[in-house]
């Protein structure tokens, strides 16, 4: 049995490299539908493939997945572009059936409007000074290899995952100076746009939370965080983290409900953080393009 939401945002899932977590969020996919799929950004790493990364089967399954989901239940996908698949920017915008592929685009949800956008255009660094960026991008490629290294171990001694990247960015004070500019510039900018809120990716740090009277939402990535924005049938936006996922009472669930007849949906159990109420009797909602 599957958990219905309207819409789900994933973005940083980072396809072609070492780090990527393809089969994770491929099973992730596996147990939710959704009216609108929105793919935030990063979703392949362009800037991998052209140096070290590789293209591996577990990688078009992710694809595989997605097309399911627009086949089996019509779910609309949005794809937009990020820095790291900015190669498609060759063909923006393109749209063929439910598949749009697009910069960035207006959300608009009972009676909110949210600007959705990877992110990366409002980071002078990656815009400005890409050869800098590129070196940044080699760091972070480094710890998640020296990350592996250290889990090794601590796996072997009865010990819990440690991220030692996001230890890193919580540590410096430069990163969490640049990543509290990062929140509070993409504010400013869906507040300059008359919208509500503002969902994003790029900085692989989830996060949902009101800045300013503007809702900040973050989808996080699928390297490390392994996390995804949802957003149900009552308009209430929520956080859901993978590893919190109890894959085997969901499908224990599904099989008694088999057995016994039952035709309650299951519901697969995660982490709620931060709801938002959303107005009452307004009209449907709508996705446009703001190109």
């Known amino acids: 049995m599957k958990t219905q939401y309207k819409t789900l945002v994933v973005s940083d899932v980072h396809l072609g490299t070492k780090g990527s977590k393809a089969k994770e969020i491929s099973r992730f996919l596996k147990q939710y539908t959704c009216e609108n799929l929105i793919l935030n950004g990063d979703i392949i790493d362009g800037w991998q493939l052209k140096k070290s990364g590789s293209w591996k089967r577990k990688h078009t399954r992710f694809f595989n997945r ?13 794809y937009l572009r990020g820095n790291h698949d900015d190669f ?57 290899w020296l990350n592996s290294v250290v889990n090794h171990y601590r796996i072997k001694r ?22 509290d500019q990062y929140e509070e510039e993409l504010s400013k900018m869906a507040k300059a ?15 949902n939370r009101i800045i300013d009277g503007i809702e900040y939402m973050n989808s996080g990535d699928w390297v490390e965080t392994m996390s995804a924005l949802a957003e149900d049938h009552e308009g209430n936006w929520q956080l859901i983290y993978y590893n919190e996922i109890n894959f085997k009472e969901v499908h224990d669930d599904s099989l008694q409900q088999f057995f016994i007849g039952k035709p309650e949906a299951t519901v697969i159990p995660m ?8 107005k009452k009797d307004l009209e449907p909602p709508a996705i446009s393009s703001t190109q």
Not at 66 to 71: F, G, H, Q
Not at 107 to 115: A, I, L, T
């Open 66 to 78: 997605v097309l399911k989901m627009i086949e089996n239940h019509n779910t609309k996908v949005y």
């Open 88 to 144: 498609l920017d060759q063909i923006l915008p393109f749209q063929i059936g439910n598949l749009s592929i697009q910069k960035d685009m207006t959300y608009e949800s009972y009676g909110k409007k949210y600007f959705v956008t990877h992110g990366d255009v409002f980071d002078s660094i990656t815009t400005n000074l890409r050869w800098i960026a590129y070196l940044g991008d080699m760091g972070y490629t480094f710890l998640l």
């Open 158 to 179: 009865g010990l819990p995952y440690f991220s030692l990247s996001q230890y890193v960015k919580g540590k410096v004070k430069s990163a969490v100076s640049y990543i």
């Open 271 to 278: 982490r709620e953080v931060s709801f938002l109420k959303p």
């Open 193 to 207: 746009k008359g919208c509500d809120g503002i969902i994003c990716g790029h900085i692989h740090k989830a996060e």
